[in-house]
């Protein structure tokens, strides 16, 4: 048996795919790399914005179009679209709505016997990790924020933290498997509040590591990884502005280990939007927080997430996300137009701004962006930076990421993907590095 895999939206549905692999690679379905190969077809699905599911959809009325001329083939549709009560009664052709807490249940859903262990969390499953050097560690589910334009806590539920017991021993088994970077990851990390019970006889007996149970928030548990022995970075998404504290700006400041690059979604640069969007912070408080973090850590590299088109945003309010852009100058940024998302609360409020309009307030915060990130990035020129090799280009050429998460070209006739290598920067562009490698030392 074999199955094609779809992955729309966060790193957190990448997460989520890999706990899904390990589940079907227990049951014997082995992945296929062509989509007409396959017995089963799995959606992992994003319901953040319109287009995304959009996708999906176009996908699913080809594949019934491929059953109706005879083709024998299973649809689940997973993740984030799966738990829209509309999707479900409307989308034709899903054999299974899964939703990703109960993947457990899927072997029973499928037909097949279930194996001997019993999974009590779906993050307790193992993955079956996509890549050999970087692994994406999920420590919290969900949200409790519920900005107005936000789906994620009406799909993802309440904020769920894992022990960090279990989070630990993950990036453990990670390190000593040989991986490079642990990307640690939550809709918002700073909420992490595991539970201080101490629950199960395994716990016990590891309570007498007192500094374990002295985890009690993400500083905490950031610190604890970062100190473990092993040769990798370490970091993490994302970050509510509202929750980032000056403990966590320290332990960041104090472990060379952790990765000096904060995303700091600031969704709106006018105080207004910013209330209409139930952000909880004011462009003063954001700007000084941006302003402390530089401080500390002055090596950093913040990007962000913004949307242009917010219900009721005028031409005067978006100007202020245009200035907020050039003040902050950010490294990199996530920009997202406006899109109506069903059950929110701006949903209800009229979305007065034209698709025409957004794009162009799109384009014009990318202007900006382009510019900034283009001063930050020749500023690097001319220095040795450590950096991680992803990939591997066209004859000689690779692609690497810098600890602040920047892309780096460089050639070499060695293989060194997934080792740490020394670069000296020849070259700026706004989202990009080019470089010379200094030597190809295995250490960071
Ligand atoms: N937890 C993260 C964001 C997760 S959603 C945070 O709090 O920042 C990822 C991004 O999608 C958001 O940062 C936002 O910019 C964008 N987004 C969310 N809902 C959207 C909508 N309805 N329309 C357009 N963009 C949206
Ligand atoms: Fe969505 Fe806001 Fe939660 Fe982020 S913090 S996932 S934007 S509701
Ligand atoms: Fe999309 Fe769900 Fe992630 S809505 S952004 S896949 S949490």
Not at 47 to 71: F, H, T, Y
Not at 87 to 107: E, Y
Not at 192 to 208: D, F, M, N, V
Not at 275 to 299: A, D, G, H
Request: with cysteine.
């Amino acid at each position: 048996m074999k199955y094609f895999l779809y992955i729309y939206g966060c790193q957190m549905n990448i997460s989520d795919a890999e706990r899904i692999e390990a589940v079907l690679g227990s049951l014997g379905y082995n992945k296929t790399k062509l989509c007409d190969d396959a017995d089963l077809v799995i959606f992992v699905t994003c319901s953040v914005r319109q287009s995304a599911e959009d996708r999906v959809w176009g996908i699913v009325r080809n594949l019934n179009r491929l059953r109706s001329k005879g083709k024998k083939l299973k649809v689940i549709l997973t993740g984030c679209m799966a738990l829209r009560k509309e999707v479900v009664r409307k989308m034709t052709g899903v054999d299974i709505f899964l939703d990703i807490k109960d993947l457990n249940k899927l072997p029973q859903l499928l037909g097949i016997k279930p194996g001997k262990e019993e999974i009590e969390s779906y993050l307790s499953v193992k993955p079956k990790y996509e890549n050999k050097f970087t692994a994406y560690v999920p420590i919290m589910t969900g949200c409790n924020n519920f900005c107005a334009y936000c789906i994620v806590p009406y799909v993802r539920g309440r904020e769920m933290s894992r022990s960090p017991q279990e989070v630990i021993k993950e990036v453990k088994e990670l390190i000593k498997k040989g991986y490079k970077e642990i990307i640690l990851l939550g809709q918002n990390v700073n909420s992490y509040a595991p539970e201080l019970k101490i629950q199960s006889s395994e716990l016990r007996t590891r309570s007498k590591n007192s500094k374990l149970l002295k985890i009690t928030d993400f500083p905490d548990l950031l610190e604890y990884i970062a100190q473990l022995s092993g040769n990798f970075w370490l970091s993490f998404l994302t970050s509510h502005p509202k929750d980032l504290s000056d403990k966590l700006i320290e332990v960041i400041a104090k472990n060379p280990r952790i990765c000096p690059y904060i995303n700091l979604p600031v969704q709106a640069g006018d105080d207004l939007i910013l209330k209409k969007m139930n952000r909880k912070y004011t462009v003063k408080q954001y700007k000084l927080l941006v302003k402390k973090i530089r401080k500390s850590i002055p090596e950093v590299a913040i990007s962000t997430d913004i949307i242009v088109g917010f219900p009721g945003e005028s031409k005067k309010q978006f100007l202020n996300s245009v200035k907020l852009f050039k003040d902050m100058k950010y490294d990199m940024a996530y920009l997202n137009q406006y899109s109506p998302r069903e059950g929110t609360a701006s949903a209800k409020m009229k979305d007065t701004v034209s698709h025409a309009e957004k794009e162009r307030r799109d384009k014009e915060l990318d202007k900006v962006l382009n510019k900034t990130a283009l001063a930050i990035n020749k500023k690097l020129v001319g220095k040795v930076l450590d950096v991680l090799v992803e990939r591997k280009g066209k004859s000689d050429l690779w692609l690497a990421k810098t600890k602040t998460f920047k892309v780096v070209k460089f050639t070499s006739d060695k293989n060194l993907l997934g080792k740490f290598v020394k670069i000296k920067i020849t070259k700026a562009k706004s989202f990009g590095l080019e470089g010379d490698s200094v030597d190809s030392l295995n250490s960071i």
